[in-house]
């Protein structure tokens, strides 16, 4: 083999192994924003855990009482999440977790929505009590996403799991879970009652 020869192999040679040594170092670069990425959101996604129960405790009451006209009103701040607020590297992600990720706050604007509506619709005075049903349905199941959300993401990143709650502490996925099954079954019995009210109203008539 002549001197060409063995340059040439020289040339590709060191080409390859340039090639690999960028691959591997952008490998690493993208693990580490992935993680990054990870950290961060899910840790904002675990304090908008905590201010959606904080929402759900809230029954419009001051330590117990009504305002001094005897009204409902709402004593918790909504907690909010502006993904796109935190500076990381989002193409680190596969697009089906990024959308869910991005696409969340959209969730949010539409319970809020709903929300509004049943204070401006559906909730009387001085009570407003359909009001704060939909206001802690609603925060109950945004929490609940955004617990899962948050798991994703700490899976992704092969990040430690969050710690469960012990029997005797206060869990606020399962105190969550439990606000949505006793609105729901108010919601039944009131949709029950309305019923049977129209139907003897029918009746009499």
């Not at 905590?50 to 907690?79: E, F, H, M, W």
Request: hydrophobic share 35%; glycine share 6%; net charge negative.
């Amino acid at each position: 083999m002549d001197k060409t020869a063995y340059v040439l192999i020289g040339v590709v040679l060191g080409v390859f192994l340039n090639a690999i040594k960028e691959w591997w170092f952008k490998k690493g670069t993208n693990k580490k924003e992935l993680e990054y990425l990870a950290i961060r959101i899910s840790c904002i996604l675990d304090t908008f855990v905590n201010g959606c129960a904080d929402v759900i405790a809230d029954d419009g009451l001051c330590y117990g009482q009504p305002d001094k006209d005897g009204y409902r009103s709402i004593q918790t701040k909504t907690p909010d999440f502006d993904p796109l607020s935190v500076e990381v590297e989002w193409k680190s992600l596969k697009a089906e977790i990024m959308y869910e990720v991005l696409n969340f706050p959209n969730q949010i604007q539409s319970a809020n929505h709903k929300i509004s509506g049943a204070f401006e619709y559906a909730a009387s005075p001085p009570d407003y009590e359909e009001g704060f049903e939909e206001r802690q349905l609603q925060y109950a199941t945004l929490g609940l996403k955004a617990y899962k959300l948050a798991t994703k993401l700490r899976t992704i990143g092969n990040l430690p799991a969050q710690a469960t709650p012990g029997k005797d502490e206060w869990n606020p996925i399962q105190f969550m879970e439990q606000k949505i099954k006793d609105i729901e079954k108010l919601q039944k019995e009131r949709s029950s009652r309305n019923q049977a009210l129209m139907q003897n109203l029918n009746t009499s008539a």
